[in-house]
């Protein structure tokens, strides 16, 4: 307690503070004074005094408020308690397979039958064939099995094998261990002659009754004999039997060469858990098997590393695992989490393999099945789909595009129920051997093929808005989803067949200054609408950029296939926004090496490294010999195959000039279907389709055939021609076409 200074005991020179320097054993202090306490006895008091239950108090907080109570902790040791459904339902995402996985696909067990089926022919045929050799090799070693055969069994029959004993016995002076082995060996002698003689005249009885037997039994018996001393001669260094395959000097992969190659990447989480942790840093989630022609292993990385990290090393992981670099894929599993590794290795480098197109030899192609493109590493076909999707190839010159638009527009012409438009603007003649037998086809740089190509995006778009109407008055049996199928499709008179157009080298037309802007803006609607229409659009260029490649195309096609590009920008302008920061990087490509080898993105739910069929020009020329003959038969030729000129392909008739010829100036409103049975009348190749629709759907035709003039519909009043009820109907004012016309033309003056 501190004293006042007015206190009459108060002592200047000690205002309160504790002389710490007092001992218990000094004098005790006047009254004048203040008691002196000491604190270290004091404190050995209370905590003598204080229950084991209550808490120590530190030294630092000794002169301060003493706090009671438990103390807890935050992290109590223990095992943590988890739902067990959760713990199931995290056991079923690894659930090994109950048939294998070549097992659940069609042509994938019957490739697999196949090759064991030409492997076991092939190694049976190949020893057949070398019956003769080895028959000869037992006859030039079966005098050298004869001899040892009897010195064989006359070694054995005398115990000559004991001899070297009994003799080291004599040396040794061993007189009592010698008289035990020459009883020994007497006591064997016998026995063994007894044995031995019993063999001879068993075999001479055999020789005689063989004697009398038919002569085939003889040879029978000689070529047993012969084979039999012919074993028994054979050289140990000198096997009798050739190898019809040869070994595969392919290592087997094991998690410790796989553990070893992640260690020496230079990958710091790796490294890191390693040190920490050797045998649990890696963990393998299943065991390491074959899966085609190579080997599988599922791997989760440590903690903080992705696959992407992995991919970033592919050159040195495949010099870690003694392997070429085609022979190394790595992929992720992102369904699972970022890192699960997926690594195949395979036994055939991909960059050395040629895949076979299936359409080669066939005779005609189902668009509505999907094409058949190419492989992925492990050799199984991957198909791409067609219908109701659009399709963007992009790569760096000379790496395989323009091979991989050949097989899609291989199974394009062998549907003879496609319309094919196929645009080549490099000007090589890459894609001449179709040419015909489609109905727009153009080859070439220069202007008046670029102006080509912007013209049949122009025709694709209105097409779109035709089908649109018509798609939408079909019936709900015959069309449940709104979607052509291939029901709709061969009805022809609907007029909903498969229209796909082919631009190579795109970048050509987008980016040129007088039709790249108003294509793009065409091409972007073809894709966002013409997709469930049946039309499709592929497109193919070796500059993905913004000005060669507008980004409204970019982010809708659904279907990507991107060869080797130089950087990450050219990567996800063809496979899509973060696909290379996801590891799916088709810089990772050898230039040339890897020619035709990309990845594939939305043909399969997956990303998925494919090396895309390759055909050549005579392969391409035999194709386009077969699909032509397939359309004469079926009646489908049509435009540029039959010899039009590029003027004749593009429609010759004019839609406001062919209204404004059937609403005479005195008809200032028509009603739309009126308009429609006049335009039929008027051109019934072109516009009889609309006239057989029913009900509003003629309508409709009309006034979706109207929008890209900027013409719009409204209610008009009047009557049938036929006589009738006057009535509120859709119609159009003639003035708005004529007002359309005078623009356009205008328009083209300028």
């Not at 590891?583 to 990772?588: C, E, F, S």
């Not at 593009?650 to 062919?658: E, F, I, N, Q």
């Not at 009820?725 to 159009?732: E, F, L, P, S, V």
């Amino acid at each position: 307690m501190t004293q006042r200074p007015d206190d009459p005991n108060h002592d200047p020179e000690n205002d309160g503070t504790p002389d710490r320097s007092v001992r218990p054993d000094d004098p005790a202090p006047d009254d004048k004074g203040a008691e002196i306490v000491d604190l270290d006895a004091a404190r050995s008091g209370r905590n003598a005094d204080r229950s084991p239950s209550e808490p120590k108090p530190t030294t630092d907080d000794a002169d301060g408020p003493v706090l009671e109570g438990e103390v807890l902790r935050v992290d109590r040791p223990g095992p943590a308690r988890t739902d067990w459904r959760a713990s199931l339902e995290r056991k079923a995402t690894s659930r090994q397979p109950l048939i294998p996985l070549w097992l659940r696909s069609r042509a994938e067990a019957i490739e697999t039958v196949r090759w064991a089926s030409l492997h076991y022919v092939h190694v049976a045929g190949y020893q057949v064939l070398r019956a003769p050799l080895y028959a000869g090799r037992l006859t030039v070693r079966a005098p050298r099995g004869l001899v040892r055969l009897v010195s064989g069994i006359v070694r054995w029959t005398f115990d000559l094998e004991g001899e070297p004993v009994r003799l080291a016995a004599v040396q040794k002076s061993d007189y009592e261990g010698y008289l035990k082995l020459s009883r020994q060996r007497d006591s064997r002698v016998r026995l063994r002659v007894w044995i031995t003689g019993t063999i001879l005249v068993t075999l001479l009885i055999l020789a005689i009754v063989v004697t009398g037997q038919p002569t085939a039994a003889q040879w029978g018996a000689l070529a047993v004999a012969m084979a039999a001393l012919g074993i028994l001669g054979k050289p140990a260094d000198q096997p009798l039997i050739n190898r019809a395959v040869m070994a595969s000097e392919v290592e087997k992969l094991t998690s410790d060469i796989v553990v070893r190659a992640l260690s020496v990447l230079g990958i710091a989480g790796i490294t890191q858990a390693l040190s920490k942790n050797p045998k649990d840093a890696i963990r393998f989630v299943a065991p390491i098997t074959r899966d085609g022609p190579g080997w599988r292993a599922d791997i989760d990385l440590p903690y903080g590393v992705t696959v992407a990290d992995v991919l970033d090393r592919r050159k040195q992981l495949s010099g870690a695992l003694r392997r070429p670099l085609g022979c190394i894929w790595p992929e992720g599993d992102s369904s699972i989490h970022e890192g699960r590794l997926i690594l195949w290795v395979g036994d055939k480098d991909l960059s050395t393999t040629i895949v076979r197109s299936p359409l080669k030899q066939a005779r005609s192609h189902d668009v509505f099945k999907g094409i058949p493109f190419g492989n992925d590493p492990r050799g199984r076909l991957v198909t791409v789909p067609l219908i109701q999707h659009n399709v963007l190839i992009g790569s760096q010159p000379g790496q395989g595009k323009t091979s991989s638009i050949r097989e899609l527009a291989a199974g394009i012409v062998l549907d003879p129920t496609v319309e094919a438009w196929f645009h080549e603007l490099k000007g090589t003649g890459d894609l001449d051997p179709y040419d015909k037998v489609c109905h727009r086809y153009v080859s070439g740089i220069e202007d008046e093929a670029i102006a080509y190509a912007a013209d049949s995006l122009t025709l694709l778009r209105k097409e779109v808005m035709r089908r649109s109407a018509a798609l939408k008055a079909l019936p709900a049996d015959l069309c449940p989803d709104k979607r052509v199928t291939r029901t709709i499709a061969d009805k022809r008179s609907l007029g909903l067949h498969p229209l796909v157009c082919i631009i190579d080298e795109c970048q050509n037309l987008f980016a040129h200054a007088e039709y790249g802007d108003k294509a793009g803006d065409d091409a972007e609607f073809i894709i966002k609408l013409g997709r469930a229409l049946g039309v499709v659009l592929i497109l193919a260029t070796q500059r993905p950029d913004r000005d060669s490649l507008p980004t409204g195309i970019s982010a809708n096609v659904s279907i990507r296939f991107c060869l080797r590009v130089a950087g990450q920008l050219e990567n996800d302008m063809i496979l899509g926004t973060s696909a290379y920061k996801n590891g799916i990087r088709a810089t990772v490509f050898v230039p040339e090496k890897d020619a035709g080898t990309g990845y594939l993105v939305g043909a399969t739910p997956m990303p998925k490294v494919v090396k895309a069929a390759y055909l050549n020009t005579p392969d391409t020329q035999l194709i386009a010999d077969r699909a032509y003959a397939l359309r004469k038969a079926a009646g489908t030729l049509s435009g540029y195959a039959l010899g039009e000129t590029s003027e004749q392909t593009v429609p010759s008739y004019d839609l406001l000039a062919d209204i404004l010829g059937v609403v005479p100036p005195a008809e200032a409103k028509v009603w739309n279907e009126v308009i429609v049975d006049r335009l039929a009348e008027l051109r019934p190749d072109i516009y009889g389709p609309w006239a057989a629709l029913e009900g509003g759907a003629k309508t409709a035709q009309l006034t979706t055939a109207l929008k890209p003039y900027g013409i719009r519909t409204l209610q008009v009043w009047g009557t049938p021609e036929g006589g009738g009820k006057g009535a509120n109907r859709i119609g159009i004012t003639r003035d708005d076409i004529v007002t359309a016309v005078t623009q356009r033309d205008k328009g083209k003056a300028s």
